[in-house]
């Protein structure tokens, strides 16, 4: 009985080597299974537009930096006010640049 256990799990620790490998294989090959693409959402294509680092665009906005990645990453939405504050840096980049100088 224990050789018959034994002989099983040593099976399937030589498929699951073989998988692995076979893995690394496509990974070195850049051949991946899926590729994830994220397009950015209003807020980052306005903070990208002016050209500012993320704790430069929350600064402008009087808003904390985490808050501001929250909406980049579409986990927060901002209020009504700070709609029209992205709004308005999506329109007018230099102003946003311009509040911090």
């Not at 909406?71 to 230099?94: D, M, T, Y």
């Amino acid at each position: 009985m224990a050789s018959s256990k034994q002989s099983k799990r040593s099976t399937v620790n030589e498929e699951l080597g073989v998988k692995l490998l076979q893995s690394v294989r496509e990974m070195k090959a850049r051949n991946f299974a899926r590729v994830t693409e994220v397009a950015p959402n209003e807020v980052a294509l306005a903070r990208q537009g002016t050209g500012m680092s993320q704790a430069e665009f929350a600064a402008a906005l009087s808003i904390s930096k985490r808050t501001l990645q929250e909406w980049e990453q579409g986990r927060r939405s901002p209020s009504g006010a700070a709609q029209a504050l992205i709004r308005i840096a999506s329109k007018h980049p230099k102003v946003v640049r311009d509040a911090l100088a």
